[in-house]
């Protein structure tokens, strides 16, 4: 099946962000959801936030903890008083996804790909915008050429996945014939120890499937040697401790990982010299803060306060360091119709492995 139509997702870059438009000024400080009978805010006992594990999630925990605080007194602006913000990041990507469906979760930061896999039970409010990369070319050979990448004052609505091949024996192999200008073949790729995320990751699964399919005809199902791992550091280690020889990431996570290569996977040189891309993926559309459909708490006005209280949050100092865990940078509105190509990608997966 041919998928050349993903070449036509027609991703736009957002230059400028909407959010002071959205979240500053009296209109952002208007409290949204008072109690128009007593004048007084909604009381909410908890408001329960999930995380997918898309890095360590000690470190997403950790990180996050402040958002807490940070998000009562925003909402209280916007006219709810929350009692409590229970912060947790899900066991895999499906669990926070399942967790939206039921209820149990009120806010999900869920990928685009997971996101619509559950959006009988999840409704997204926000998509984040990200700093633009140096590379991002579809070329596997120019990421080689211009390491290491580094973020650009431009800020997308989009980022991509890349197939990275290590230090071992085979990933040298499939990075000399890249950066030589040969072509890999499916012999190539189907000879290597892949380490791959779950299938609702969008840059660690589906994403990489639709490369393989629109290349090779082919799918991460069809690889002789694959296995999951439960987060991309794991990844990242089994390639630094050469037990995959190719792994899929998000394009950035070499600079997220670029410390701990060397500090705690226990290798001499640097990510970036031990590392080469042999694949790039079409743009995916960034990551969601989405909303449970079936939680008590939720109504318009509550929706209506979140995507206010994010988009302030996002602005500040102390908002941007808790976002940066994601390699967020700020928030605008989103629509369901902004993920129909991810619907697309979704179809095609599905029509594989039947």
Not at 228 to 242: F, N, P
Not at 244 to 264: G, L
Request: glycine share 8%; with cysteine; aromatic share 8%.
């Amino acid at each position: 099946m041919s998928t050349k139509w993903l070449k036509g997702l027609g991703i736009t870059f957002a230059t400028t962000l909407v959010l002071a438009a959205c979240g500053n000024g009296d209109e952002g400080s208007e409290s949204t959801g008072t109690d128009e009978a007593t004048g007084e805010n909604v009381q909410v006992d908890e408001l329960s936030v999930q995380f997918v594990p898309s890095r360590d999630p000690e470190e997403i925990t950790t990180a996050t903890e402040p958002l807490k605080d940070m998000l009562i007194e925003e909402m209280a602006n916007q006219g709810f008083d929350i009692g409590n913000v229970d912060i947790t990041v899900g066991t895999d990507y499906a669990a926070v996804g399942e967790a939206m469906a039921s209820g149990s979760a009120d806010v999900g930061f869920l990928p685009g790909g997971t996101y619509v896999l559950y959006d009988d039970g999840a409704e997204v409010i926000l998509t984040a915008t990200r700093a633009g990369l140096s590379n991002d070319s579809d070329d596997a050979a120019d990421w080689n050429e211009n390491k290491p990448t580094e973020p650009t004052e431009e800020q997308v609505t989009y980022y991509r996945s890349i197939l990275v091949a290590g230090p071992t024996e085979k990933g040298q192999e499939l990075a000399d014939k890249v950066n030589n200008g040969e072509e890999l073949t499916w012999e190539d790729l189907n000879s290597a120890n892949w380490s791959v995320m779950g299938t609702t990751s969008s840059a660690g699964y589906i994403y990489p499937t639709i490369w393989l399919q629109e290349n090779f005809d082919k799918s991460l199902t069809d690889l002789a040697q694959v296995s999951q791992a439960d987060s991309y550091g794991t990844s990242v280690a089994r390639l630094a401790q050469e037990q995959a020889d190719v792994i899929v990431m998000y394009a950035d996570a070499r600079r997220d990982y670029e410390e701990q290569w060397t500090s705690e996977f226990g290798r001499e040189a640097s990510i970036w010299d031990e590392t080469n891309v042999i694949g790039v993926t079409p743009g995916i559309y960034n990551d969601t803060i989405s909303v449970s459909k079936n939680s008590d708490n939720m109504s318009e006005d509550m929706k209506t306060a979140l995507q206010e209280a994010f988009m302030n949050i996002a602005e500040t100092e102390e908002g941007q360091e808790v976002i940066a865990i994601y390699s967020h940078e700020g928030y605008e509105p989103a629509t369901s119709e902004d993920y129909d190509t991810e619907r697309e990608a979704q179809e095609l997966l599905k029509t594989l492995s039947e």
